[in-house]
């Protein structure tokens, strides 16, 4: 049975308790789907959520797309590169991300993320290119 959304935020709560609040909703092998609440208080003024909760997202996305392309918690799978470019403010309730596979290999997964808030799907604050390498067998 493959890998499910479920299993995966099982496995991040049990290794890291006190984790950011990112929940897996859709993971297959070739995409992921995140979200996570944005927090008023560690919003910037306006309302705005910084980059570094942005960043945090799509890092965490790339890293669920691994685990739907090995089909396992890879918890040693590592960020080895990230681009990211931001288009406008967020804010909302609910920010998203969804990691869309590009490439798998080996060792290493590449994919693209786009991240919005709300159901504003259509209209992305960021994109991102990244991959993950994966530990040696």
Known sequence: ???????V???IDDA??????VRCVTLAPDHALVRC??????SRPGGFVPGPTQFA?????LWYLTF?????????????DVDMTFLRPASGRMLWARAD???AGS?????????WCDEAEDRPCAVAKGSYALPRS
């Open 16 to 21: 890291f308790p006190s984790a950011i609040a």
């Open 68 to 80: 739907g392309v090995v089909d396992r918690v890879e918890l040693m799978a590592l960020t080895a």
């Open 37 to 42: 609440p944005i927090d008023p208080e560690g």
């Open 1 to 7: 049975m493959p890998l499910d959304p479920h299993q």
């Open 107 to 115: 060792r290493k997964v590449v994919g693209t993320v786009r991240v």
């Open 101 to 103: 596979l590009l490439s």
């Open 57 to 61: 997202l799509v890092d965490t996305a």
């Open 9 to 11: 935020n099982e496995a």
